[in-house]
């Protein structure tokens, strides 16, 4: 199987702060990215009551984005990039809000669906609205 580099590149904030940087480098298939829903509320847990996000438990996503606003985007697992002979396969994983791909809308309302990326895509994860967005390069 031909395989390429694949390379995420942040283009706002909020996704250079999901990457931890401005570029990410996928070097395992799939990768999945979803909405990390274990944050800890503001308040301690009761005396006697175990915290049980130890993060010893199987990762559901290979990269989480940390939504702190009223409004999310993000479902808590959203997409799936998986590289294919032909090429790099994009799977909206049922989210609610959809993903967005060179202006090609897919999935939202929890339908789903698939869209073969090619080199300099950009893909918004959420609707139109959403600051999670990152340019598809294959090298």
């Known amino acids: 199987m031909y395989t390429v580099r ?4 942040a283009l706002t904030a ?16 799939p990768f999945r990215i979803g909405r990390e829903s274990r944050e800890r509320a503001s308040r ?5 009551v175990p915290d049980r996000r130890t993060g010893q438990g199987t990762r559901n996503n290979d990269l989480y984005v940390v939504e702190t606003g009223n409004r999310l985007f993000v479902s808590r697992q959203h997409l799936l990039l998986e590289q294919r002979e032909h ?17 090609k809308y ?5 339908k789903g669906g698939e869209i073969l990326c090619e080199n300099y895509d950009v893909v918004i994860v959420g609707t ?3 600051p999670y967005a990152f340019k598809v390069i294959m090298a």
Request: charged share 20%; with cysteine.
């Open 106 to 110: 897919l999935g939202g309302d929890h």
């Open 128 to 130: 139109a609205n959403s």
């Open 44 to 48: 301690p847990l009761p005396a006697g």
């Open 87 to 103: 090429g790099l396969l994009l799977i909206d994983l049922f989210s609610s809000c959809g993903t967005i791909v060179e202006g």
């Open 6 to 9: 694949i390379i995420l590149k």
């Open 14 to 29: 909020e996704m250079d702060l999901a990457f931890r940087g401005p570029v990410l480098e996928i070097l395992e298939f």
